[in-house]
C-alpha cells in the first residue's frame, strides 16, 4: 500500500514514540513505522534523571510517571569485595535541586505509556512489522520501502531506529558500530525470592576493576532490576544481544560480595539477556533537506551516565518545539540540531570516558577521587521545555 505522510518517524522506541506524541498533542500530521511485530521494550529497569522527566512532563505524562516509578532516596557504591562504602550519593531533594525527581522504573511501563498517549490521540499512527528497507530521494521527497510491501512518500523523514539505523546508514554516514569491549548482563527477579537480604532502597553499584554490577528496585519495590558489567576482548557475530549463560555470570562475578551473588542466584531457571556494548563516533550532521536522526541513531553513548534515553527524550522535545514554533521545515531542523549538536556530543563523549575510568579504576581511588558524572557536571539540570530555541 502507498501513502503520503507529511512527517514519517522510523522507529517506535523511547525516541520515535516521545517525538510522535509530542507532534501529535500539537495536532500535526505523523505516523510511525516499527519493524517490530508487537510493540513493547525489553525486560529491564530504566533510570529517568531530572531532564528526562522533565521531557516526560512536557508529554503530559509526570502524573502517569510519578504514580508508576520508584524514587531512589540514594545511590551507594560499594567495594565489590568488601562491601564498604565507596561514594553516596543522596538523591532526597533532587526535585528542589533540580526541578524534577530521580525516578526508576520498568522499560516496558514506559514505553506503554508513550505508546498508550499516542495512540489515543493518533489510534492508526503506528504500522508494526514494517522494517524500513530503502530510501529514495526526489526533489526533497523520500520514498521509502518496507519489508511488508508497504511504501510512502514524505517530505520530513525521521530516523529514532536506535544504533542500527538503516536512516543513518543511507541518508548520513555508513560509518561501522564498533564493540566498545563491555558486555552488559541484564534481568529482572521478584525482590520476594531474595527476601534473606535486607535490601536497602535506592541504587546499589558495587565495583570492582574490570566489573560493576548495579541493582535497584522497579515496580514500587517488587523486582530488582540487575545489570552486570564485564569486559569482553570481543563479541561473537551471531547478532547484539544474546541469552547468556547464568553459571557464566555467577564465575564472573565469584568473588564480589554475598549480596551480589546472592542476588545473581535469584536468576536461576530464567533468561538472562547480555548485550555487546556498541558505540560510533558521535554524528557532525543530524540534518539533511527534509531529514534528521535523533536518539541512538544520532547518539548512540555507552550507558555510564544512563542518559541515552534521556538525550533521545530531550531530542525529541526539542525538535517538536522547533517543527512546531518554526513554520519552515528547514529552519526547524536547523534549529533543532543548532540546540542539541553540542550538549550531546558532550555527554557521548563524557560518558565513554567516565566508563573508561569507572572501569579501570581501583575501587578505593573512586572514594578519594570522585569521577566526573552526569551529575558532577550538571547534565541533568537542563529542561527541553524550556531552554531557548
Ligand atoms: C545496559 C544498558 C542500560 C541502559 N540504561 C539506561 C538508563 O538507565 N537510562 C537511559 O536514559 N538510557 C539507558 N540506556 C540507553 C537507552 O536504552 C537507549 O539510549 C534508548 O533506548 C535509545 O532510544 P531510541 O528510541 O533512540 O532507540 P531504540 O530504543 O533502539 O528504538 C529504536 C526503534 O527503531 C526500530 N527500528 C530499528 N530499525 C528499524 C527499521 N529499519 N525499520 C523500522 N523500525 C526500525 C527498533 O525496532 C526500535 O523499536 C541503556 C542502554 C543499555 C545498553
Not at 528497507?133 to 514524505?154: A, P, V
Not at 532502597?201 to 523486582?223: D, K, L
Amino acid at each position: 500500500m502507498s501513502h503520503h505522510h507529511p512527517t514519517v518517524i522510523i522507529g517506535a522506541g523511547l525516541g520515535g514514540l516521545a517525538l510522535a506524541l509530542g507532534l501529535a498533542r500539537a495536532g500535526r500530521e505523523v505516523h510511525v513505522y516499527e519493524q517490530a511485530r508487537e510493540l513493547g521494550e525489553v525486560g529491564a529497569g530504566i533510570s529517568l534523571s531530572p531532564n528526562a522527566v522533565k521531557a516526560l512532563r512536557y508529554l503530559g505524562l509526570g502524573d502517569a510517571i510519578r504514580a508508576q516509578a520508584d524514587e531512589p532516596p540514594i545511590q551507594i557504591t560499594r567495594h565489590f569485595e568488601t562491601g564498604e562504602v565507596l561514594v553516596l550519593i543522596d538523591r532526597k531533594h533532587t526535585e528542589e535541586k533540580l526541578g524534577a525527581p530521580y525516578l526508576q522504573m520498568h522499560r516496558a511501563d514506559l514505553h506503554q505509556l508513550l505508546t498508550d498517549a499516542y495512540l489515543e490521540l493518533k489510534p492508526e499512527g503506528i504500522t508494526l512489522a514494517a522494517e524500513l528497507t530503502n530510501i529514495t530521494e526526489e526533489d526533497d521527497t523520500y520514498h521509502l520501502d518496507f519489508s511488508n510491501g508497504d511504501q510512502c512518500s514524505t517530505d520530513l523523514l525521521i530516523g529514532a531506529d536506535g544504533l542500527k539505523s538503516t536512516v543513518r546508514r543511507m541518508v548520513f554516514t555508513e560509518d561501522d558500530a564498533e564493540f566498545t569491549g563491555y558486555v552488559a548482563w541484564r534481568g529482572l527477579i521478584p525482590t520476594a525470592d531474595v527476601a534473606e537480604l535486607d535490601l536497602q532502597a535506592g541504587s546499589s553499584v558495587f565495583i570492582s576493576p574490570g566489573r560493576i554490577c548495579v541493582r535497584y528496585p522497579v515496580r514500587q519495590g517488587a523486582i530488582q532490576n540487575v545489570v552486570a558489567f564485564s569486559k569482553a576482548d570481543d563479541w561473537a557475530a551471531e547478532g547484539w544481544s544474546q541469552t547468556g549463560k547464568l553459571s557464566t555470570l555467577q564465575t564472573l562475578f565469584s568473588d564480589f560480595h554475598p549480596e551480589v551473588n546472592t542476588v545473581l542466584g535469584a536468576f536461576k531457571g530464567t533468561d538472562i539477556h547480555k548485550w555487546g556494548l556498541f558505540a560510533r563516533q558521535p554524528l557532525q550532521q543530524w540534518i539533511k533537506t527534509n531529514a534528521a536522526v535523533l536518539g541512538d541513531a544520532a547518539h548512540p553513548m555507552l550507558p555510564w551516565f544512563g542518559q541515552g534515553a534521556a538525550t533521545a527524550l530531550e531530542d525529541a522535545i526539542i525538535m517538536s518545539r522547533c517543527l512546531i514554533e518554526f513554520e519552515d521545515t528547514q529552519a526547524a531542523l536547523e534549529h533543532y540540531q543548532d540546540g542539541r549538536l553540542e550538549r550531546v556530543t558532550k555527554v557521548h563523549l563524557e560518558s565513554h570516558r567516565g566508563g573508561d575510568t569507572l572501569m579501570g579504576q581501583d575501587p578505593y581511588a573512586l572514594a578519594k577521587n570522585p569521577l566526573r558524572t552526569e551529575d558532577t557536571l550538571g547534565l541533568t539540570m537542563y529542561d527541553p521545555a524550556t531552554v531557548a530555541l
